[in-house]
Each structure stands twice: as structure tokens, then as C-alpha cells.
């Protein structure tokens, strides 16, 4: 499952990015209305956890622009007033949550949301092509054959499928899997690209976009 985390609170943002990559999920965090317009343009998402207060467009001109891309949102705020969460739903938020908020219950809300949306997170399977990933136990099959990967190839893997037929920077991708900017010289994508090819026969169809990144092709 794909989330999306609209929050303008450093703190926050972190702390919802880090429980929902440590349950499953795979996060994507923008800080800003205008940053979250332009991500989801680009992007399919199953879910966004969305900030009402945000600078320069709030969350509900936001959420508007969500509604035209058939993505369920759970709205995110500490306006707790009942006039304020009846607002929230009446608009057509999938579900309100005010802040300080409790983390299992926050998990709960995402997991029931999801559920009701026909995108429950107890069916895990990913598929493309010829591989399968059952992201519940993690268990990878390509042309039915079970193959083992290490947990970063695994998340390396997760990420190009969920990103598919999309060019990905070599910057991006190693932020997002190794969480830190890439060392001069570094030769460590490239050793873990080369492995998932030859593991899981991938060939042609993950391409390298010499100077710029790589290509999972759709």
C-alpha cells in the first residue's frame, strides 16, 4: 500500500513516515499543499494522510484537488472542535483525526480506511509481469520460482515495481531506500540494481538511463 503524508510539522511528518514504513507500508511525505498537488499528478497513491493547516493552500483546497484523483484521504489536524470534524466529514473525508494523536489507533483508522476502499493491507500481493510479491511475508516469486533477496534488494525491488514505467534518479532512489544522500563514487546502487537483475532475470526490462537513473519498464 502507498501512502501519501501531508504535513508541514518536521516532527510529525517524520514520526508518521517512520511508523507507516515500519508496518508495511510505502511512504511518500511532501510538506505543502503545492508540493502534494504536484506529487499526486504524478503518482497513484491508496491513501493520503492529510494536514489541514498547511501553508499557502490549506487542506481543504487540497483535499478538493485529492477528490478529482479518487484518493481516499484521512484528514489530520488539531482543530478539535465537533463543528470543525463534522466539517471534515461532511466534506468527504474517509475519517478526521485530531492531534496528539495515538499511533495504534492512527494504524487502525489507516488499516479500516483502506479495508473500506477494497485496498485492506491483509492482501499484499504485488504483481508485475512475472513477479510476484506477497508484502505481508515478504516472500518474492519470479516465473513461479521463489527467489531470495536481501531487505534491501527487497525494498529496492518494492520501490521499481511500485514505480514503474517511470525514469527514477539515481538521488531519489538512494534517499529513499538507504535514506541518505549518495557518497561520491558510490558504487552500491549499482551492485544491488545488478543483483535484482540477475536474481530475477530481469533483463531488458529494467533499463539503465545512463546519467540519470533507472527505468522499471510497465
Not at 14 to 22: H, I
Not at 86 to 91: D, T
Not at 153 to 176: D, G, H, M, T
Amino acid at each position: 500500500m502507498k501512502i501519501l503524508v501531508v504535513e508541514d510539522n518536521l516532527a510529525i511528518n517524520k514520526l508518521l513516515v517512520r511508523t507507516l514504513e515500519k508496518n508495511g507500508y510505502t511512504v511518500y511525505s511532501v510538506f505543502t499543499g503545492k508540493e502534494a498537488a504536484d506529487i499526486i499528478e504524478q503518482q497513484e497513491f491508496d491513501l493520503a494522510l492529510l494536514d489541514i493547516m498547511l501553508p499557502e493552500i490549506d487542506g481543504y483546497e487540497v483535499f478538493a484537488y485529492m477528490r478529482e484523483y479518487d484518493l481516499p484521504v484521512i484528514f489530520l489536524t488539531a482543530k478539535d472542535q465537533i463543528s470543525d470534524r463534522v466539517s471534515g466529514l461532511r466534506s468527504g473525508a474517509e475519517d478526521y483525526i485530531t492531534k496528539p494523536f495515538d499511533l495504534e489507533e492512527l494504524l487502525a483508522r489507516v488499516e479500516v480506511v483502506l479495508r473500506r476502499n477494497g485496498k485492506s493491507s491483509s492482501n499484499k500481493l504485488l504483481k508485475w509481469k512475472y513477479i510476484e510479491i506477497n508484502e505481508k511475508t515478504r516472500a518474492v516469486t519470479a516465473r513461479n520460482q521463489a527467489v531470495s533477496l536481501t531487505p534491501k534488494e527487497y525494498e529496492l525491488l518494492l520501490y521499481l515495481i511500485r514505480n514503474k514505467a517511470i525514469i527514477l534518479p539515481r538521488e531519489k532512489i538512494y534517499q529513499k531506500i538507504w535514506r541518505r544522500e549518495e557518497e561520491p563514487n558510490s558504487r552500491t546502487l549499482d551492485l544491488h540494481i545488478q543483483r535484482i537483475r540477475n536474481k530475477l532475470q530481469l533483463g531488458q526490462d529494467l533499463r539503465t538511463i545512463y546519467g540519470v537513473g533507472y527505468l522499471l519498464e510497465g
